[in-house]
């Protein structure tokens, strides 16, 4: 599976993006959530107040990272092997 620089390459990139989805959503308050602030002319309501996006990058940086040096550690160990995964899909 991570036999090459490469492939290793494009399984973190698939887990960064996989982690970016579930990052986006998290702590996001919406124009029409926010009571004192008063709303953008010719925005959408559900439009994000302050999306902080640079600090969304850093996190997911950091978490796909931990994920992606779990799932490293359990292929190298033999814990997360073809047939191991095959038995626990029912294959």
Not at 23 to 44: A, F, K, N
Not at 64 to 75: K, L, M, N, T
């Amino acid at each position: 599976m991570w036999k090459t620089i490469s492939s290793g390459f494009a399984i973190y990139f698939i887990v960064w993006w996989v982690t970016l989805f579930v990052m986006l959503p998290i702590g996001i308050r919406s124009q029409h959530e926010d009571m004192e602030g008063e709303r953008v002319p010719g925005t959408d309501p559900g439009a994000p107040i302050m999306p902080s996006m640079a600090r969304r990058v850093l996190w997911t940086t950091a978490i796909s990272a931990v994920v992606y040096g779990i799932g490293a550690w359990a292929y190298y160990s033999g814990h997360l092997t073809i047939d191991k995964l095959s038995r626990l899909m029912g294959l």
